[in-house]
């Protein structure tokens, strides 16, 4: 069955450092995700991707986060100056158009789980 | 906006007793509806989900939910718990058509299944 990847599963980083999160999404999916769960606490959208764009985005998605699909298979997330409060693990999801339209699910990596110290 | 309330934050129950993790969401129009489990360092497990149609929808590992349009609740419901059910279970609702595609859960419940 096929799955959405990630990588790493957990990366330690000095605060101030710069991180990359990669994710493999499902090869016909065309809708991409990235949430964040810090620990204990509910999972959060940060963004949206389509069509080589942010689609949608929320709040915590500031200046210092950047989403790129820089080939036709990955789809990462950039934390470009690391802060503590960015220790989570982060989930990439995706999704077919017809899955979109027909059920609306998301399918969901295991997750890299970053720790900033 | 969309939101999804677990009012419960943990959820304890002995194997074999029935269990329900409880659901309510707010959104615009009709929504599609979902419920999440997550074990101990694994990523999100799609479990089931509302689209439209029979308002008891079945999902994986025995595991069924009620939407109740009226009370705009989406109970997580199974007959019989196992031990092996004991996992984060999130709620999470999603608008149709406008309002963008995102996925909004809510704060997860812990379901705990003792012996």
Redesign the interface.
Known sequence: EPEVTQTPSHQVTQMGQEVILRCVPISNHLYFYWYRQILGQKVEFLVSFYNNEISEKSEIFDDQFSVERPDGSNFTLKIRSTKLEDSAMYFCASASPRGLANTGELFFGEGSRLTVL | AQSVAQPEDQVNVAEGNPLTVKCTYSVSGNP?L?W?VQYPN?????LL?Y?TGDNLVKGSYGFEAEFNKSQTSFHLKKPSALVSDSALY?CAV?M?GGG?????????TQLKVEL
């Not at chain 2, 694994?42 to 799609?46: A, D, H, I, K, S």
């Open positions: 599609y979902f999440y694994r990523g999100l497990q799609f989900k689209i999130f999603r149709r963008g595609n995102k996925l909004t859960f809510g704060t997860g």
